[in-house]
């Protein structure tokens, strides 16, 4: 029987390609950058678009994403992770980050008492300033 024809992508090469970029990405080599962008940015675009759901929030968090693999690609350990998970972990937290941004800015910042609930949530006890005094007053 004849041995079996190699598959034309090899994940191992691969891995140990995109390895080599981030190694010297975090070496300051910008044309490593882009080709490491070149090589992942359309898996990690739909990575965060499936999260996010918005094409601006998924092109936003993947922007965010190789900015922080450009500064923190001297953190990537190889023998810990294959360098593409690495990168959509990064993707990952920065796409959720967006979607976090955006529920807060749906939240009022400021909520309005009814008057009447005002006071019912009036406290008529004494205050700290108000019992420290007496306490001195207590105390002569």
């Known amino acids: 029987?004849?041995?079996?024809?190699?598959?034309?992508?090899?994940?191992?090469?691969d891995n140990d390609r995109m390895a080599a970029w981030l190694q010297a990405v975090a070496l300051g080599d910008r044309q490593a950058l882009r080709e490491l962008y070149e090589h992942t940015a359309t898996k990690l675009f739909g990575l965060a678009l499936r999260i996010t759901g918005r094409r601006d929030w998924a092109e936003d968090a993947v922007q965010e994403s190789f900015v922080s693999i450009w500064h923190h690609a001297g953190d990537y350990r190889p023998h810990v992770a294959a360098p593409m998970?690495?990168?959509?972990?990064?993707?990952?937290?920065r796409a959720l980050d967006c979607l976090r941004r955006a529920a807060a800015a749906r939240l009022p910042q400021t909520v309005e008492l009814d008057e009447s609930l005002g006071e019912w949530l009036a406290d008529d006890a004494a205050g700290p300033a108000e019992l420290a005094l007496a306490s001195q007053q207590r105390a002569r």
């Not at 029987?1 to 090469?13: D, K, L, N, R």
């Not at 998970?85 to 937290?93: E, L």
């Open 1 to 13: 029987m004849p041995p079996a024809p190699e598959p034309s992508f090899a994940p191992s090469a």
């Open 85 to 93: 998970t690495w990168m959509t972990t990064i993707v990952r937290n």
